[in-house]
């Protein structure tokens, strides 16, 4: 009986700070799977899986300085999993830039400004999933090769091969798109 | 435009992307996958599911290997061969590796590898994790079945043959062998299939070292139907028996075999004062399963005895056809 609630006790200290942890870093979590997904519904869903699956480990993670790095690869898994699946069903919209233009994000925004964006995201959401997942790691949370590296679990040789072969995807896309008449 | 400008623009483009914050629903749902009930209903513990799975398949092999009876079926019918007496050399076999196998090996790495690769992302999920342990436990179990002197047992018949003397005379009650100075014996036995499949016999391993005071230089088997109530000494006369011949055993099965040894300078003469004894414990069989071939030792059911000269020992090897 006693021993029963020692590990209760414990396991409420672990989901304690487990829930600080989680909280904490939240909002940078969910921004990154918006970014990496495109869509906020699924993003919200992306966060609350990588939550599941980091509670499950939670017990094996030795040094919980390293919390937001652990959790965040769990996340990044994740989004790249998603992408995956989602390639092989149809793309429905692009919901983020729906929403921008639906509420009038920006009273200043132009025809211009609205299809370079248009282009970017269009490329962006053509990307492989891995190189989709380096890029924004590079270009959204300015992480350095080597932090994605590690993020990641894979080598800094094949992050500079993802970056490069993305952004040369991605120039590509635009150059073609603005070479369209409009 | 430059890279500068590009990199520059998918900043911006990236930045839009980004939702602007997780909202107090979110927040308590995530929150909430530490309480039991969520992580208990969320979560289907695959791992879990699959190791218990592993654990039944495993103990479902386990114990119907070892509880199945070996009900001695019919025996071995090789071709006849023309009868022309067994002689050292007769039988002897040394493992493969046949063609055959190479390729299917290399067919099956091949294939593995694709599907690993093909696979790469699912093998990381608990089922597949599962299932990979079910396949490796299940591995162990048939190479285990096939372990040193596991896949053949020996039978329950054990026949003396030549150079065979019962009652030793001014010595202690053992029977034994006195085939004298480079003299031969032999000795008859059944063996059994106790594996989970069948299995094919090549014939006697050929030593690898040099074989001092006592070796086994032969194999063979009887021309005739073994009929054990005409005399045991008959089927396992060397010049009453021809070389053996490969022979497949369903699991279960049995068939007999003849062995023929050959004794050192020191083995002790029919009327010699018996002194001490040597022998082979057990008889290695070349064996075979889809196209791998290894050396399999089946225990002799009795000890063969080869009466010996106390403190006698070879100088020279038994030479070995």
């Known amino acids: 009986m006693l021993a029963s609630r020692a590990v209760e006790a414990a396991t409420e200290d672990r989901a304690a700070v487990f829930a600080r942890l989680t909280d904490r870093s939240l909002d940078r979590h969910y921004r990154l799977a918006a970014v990496i997904l495109g869509d906020p519904l699924e993003a919200e869903d992306a966060v609350h899986d990588a939550a599941l699956v980091a509670w499950r480990g939670f017990a094996g993670l030795r040094d919980l300085d390293r919390f937001e790095a652990w959790f965040g690869r769990i996340l990044v898994n994740g989004c790249r999993d998603r992408l995956r699946a989602r390639r092989r069903r149809p793309v429905i919209a692009s919901i983020a830039l729906l929403g921008d233009l639906d509420n009038g994000a920006s009273p200043r925004v132009s025809v211009a400004d609205v299809a370079d964006r248009d282009e970017l995201d269009r490329a962006f959401a053509t990307l492989d999933p891995d190189h989709a997942v380096t890029v924004a790691l590079r270009y959204y949370l300015d992480l350095t090769v080597a932090e994605i590296a590690d993020r990641m679990g894979i080598p800094e040789g094949t992050v500079k091969s993802r970056l490069h072969h993305g952004l040369r995807r991605l120039r590509r896309a635009v150059e073609r798109d603005a070479e369209q008449p409009r | 435009m430059t890279d500068d400008e590009l990199e520059q623009r998918l900043r911006e483009a990236l930045a839009r992307r980004a939702a602007t914050s997780a909202d107090a629903a979110l927040r308590a749902r995530v929150l909430d996958v530490t309480t039991p009930s969520v992580a208990r209903h969320a979560t289907v513990p695959w791992e879990g599911v699959a190791a218990a799975v592993a654990v039944a398949v495993a103990a479902v092999l386990v114990l119907t290997f070892l509880l199945r009876p070996i009900v001695p079926g019919p025996a071995g019918r090789p071709a006849p061969a023309p009868h022309t007496g067994l002689v050292p050399g007769d039988g002897l076999a040394g493992p493969t590796l046949g063609l055959g196998f190479l390729l299917l090996c290399g067919v099956v790495v091949v294939v593995g590898v694709g599907i690993v690769w093909r696979l790469r992302t699912v093998l990381r999920t608990g089922p597949a994790r599962g299932a990979a342990l079910v396949a490796i436990v299940v591995l162990i179990a048939v190479a285990r079945s096939y372990g040193d002197s596991i896949a053949l047992g020996e039978g329950s018949v054990f026949v003396e043959g030549l150079g065979w003397q019962q009652t030793v005379p001014n010595g202690p009650t053992e029977a034994a062998y006195f085939p004298g100075d480079g003299g031969t014996f ?25 074989q001092f005071n006592v070796a086994l230089v032969g194999l063979g088997r009887s021309p005739t139907p073994l009929d054990l109530s005409n005399g045991n000494e008959l089927v396992v006369d060397p010049s009453k028996l021809v070389p053996f011949e490969p022979v497949t055993l369903a699991p279960g099965e049995e068939t007999f075999i003849t062995v023929l040894g050959q004794a050192g300078s020191c083995a002790l003469a029919p009327g010699d004062a018996y002194e001490v004894w040597q022998g082979p414990a057990e008889v290695p069989l070349v064996v075979e399963v889809a196209g791998y071939e290894w050396i399999d030792a089946v225990p002799t059911f009795e000890p063969v005895k080869i009466a010996m000269r106390k403190g006698c020992g070879d100088t020279e090897p038994i030479p070995v056809p």
């Open chain 2, 186 to 210: 032999s000795f008859g036995m059944a063996i059994a299939n106790t594996g989970p499949v069948s299995i094919t016999i090549k014939g006697l391993a050929r030593p690898d070292s040099p």
